[in-house]
Nanobody, 122 residues
Framework: QVQLVESGGGLVQAGGSLRLSCVAS????????MGWYRQAPGKQRELVAT???????TYADSVKGRFTISRDNAKNTVYLQMNSVKPEDTAVYYC????????????????WGQGTQVTVSS
């Protein structure tokens, strides 16, 4: 089995910073793309940032220049550095990873963390 566990969420004032972390663990053979998504109350889940490899990243327009995604392959961990946060960044942030397990015949599948709440006060 595979688990993704996020940490680092909390309450922050507008203009402040937070760093989210997500560790993947379990019967992992290989991890492809890792990323962060978020879901605000009453809204659909949306992509925040993805990192297919350490040298390639994509960002939602709303967070470009403020958020930075990075990963440590040795630790099966993805990070999201959130700077200059705004009230509209308030949401539950979910970690996502495309993972292949060690089991014979396994293929790459999508896995999600349980989410971590980020609340930005104005």
């Amino acid at each position: 089995q595979v688990q993704l566990v996020e940490s680092g969420g909390g309450l922050v004032q507008a203009g402040g910073s937070l760093r989210l972390s997500c560790v993947a663990s379990g019967s992992i053979l290989s991890i492809n793309t890792m990323g962060w998504y978020r879901q605000a109350p009453g809204k659909q889940r949306e992509l925040v940032a993805t990192i297919p490899s350490v040298s390639t990243t994509t960002y939602a327009d709303s967070v470009k220049g403020r958020f930075t995604i990075s990963r440590d392959n040795a630790k099966n961990t993805v990070y999201l550095q959130m700077n200059s946060v705004k009230p509209e960044d308030t949401a539950v942030y979910y970690c996502n990873a495309v993972i292949r397990t060690v089991y014979i015949g396994s293929t790459f599948q999508n896995y999600w963390g349980q989410g971590t709440q980020v609340t930005v006060s104005s």
